[in-house]
């Protein structure tokens, strides 16, 4: 079955620096891919999509490449601010019939100023 | 009012009460779903209504009865839970096109705390 496996958090890092969140993924067929953001007491945004290979997503400064050689969908961003403090999710839809979203346990990151 | 709302926002309840969880949408959507997030465990899927008809059952124990009156709203009605339903539960939406449904949309959740 599909399923998604993303680095455990939480991540602790400073303003301005650069922050990585790896996300890889198995899958039969051709999925579509995805990060949603969570900040506290609020409900998944969707922060970006790739629905194809080699497709990048990107919003907000964040960016993520949809890589089918290393099955791979790393959320990067050049530099954080405090407001970027939230948890992470990667989320792999199927091809099956209802698309089902298949979700990391999530990735909590915290940005101090 | 726009994109995904739910109502209430908190709800404790004890175990052998009867309460109601509201998801409407206001992006003309025709797929609606229910997940529920607990602590330390990834979403899961309960539900999924395309065009008011459920598609999809998680093993969903019963106490748990989803109602899609019309492509807009959702209910999740709750009886006599367990505590350990306590969670977030957050209601989705999104566009089927041709079969296939498009990139789902998020609510900001419902917080049920069950004693």
């Known amino acids: 079955g599909n399923s998604v496996t993303q680095m455990e958090g939480p991540v602790t890092l400073s303003e301005e620096a650069f922050l990585t969140i790896n996300c890889t993924y198995t899958a039969t067929g051709y999925p579509s891919l995805f990060w949603y953001v969570q900040y506290p007491g609020e409900g998944l945004q969707l922060l970006l999509k790739a629905t194809k290979a080699d497709d990048k997503g990107s919003n907000k400064g964040f960016e993520a490449t949809y890589r089918k050689e290393t099955t791979s969908f790393h959320l990067e961003k050049g530099s954080v601010q405090v407001s970027d403090s939230a948890v992470y999710f990667c989320?792999?839809?199927?091809?099956?019939?209802?698309?089902?979203?298949?979700f990391g346990a999530g990735t909590q990151v915290v940005v101090t100023p | 009012e726009t994109g995904v709302t739910q109502t209430p926002r908190h709800l404790v309840m004890g175990m052998t009460n009867k309460k109601s969880l509201k998801c409407e949408q206001h992006l003309g959507h025709n797929a609606m779903y229910w997940y529920k997030q607990s602590a330390k465990k990834p979403l899961e899927l309960m539900f999924v209504?395309?065009?008011?008809?459920?598609?999809e059952n998680n093993s969903v124990p019963s106490r748990f009865s989803p109602e899609c009156p019309n492509s807009s709203h959702l209910f999740l009605h709750l009886h006599t839970l367990q505590p350990e339903d306590s969670a977030l539960y957050l209601c989705a939406s999104s566009q089927v096109r041709r079969g296939r449904p498009d990139t789902q949309y998020f609510g900001p959740g419902t917080r049920l705390t069950v004693l």
């Open positions: 989320a792999l839809k199927g091809t099956d019939s209802w698309g089902k979203l298949q």
């Open positions: 209504y395309s065009l008011e008809e459920r598609v």
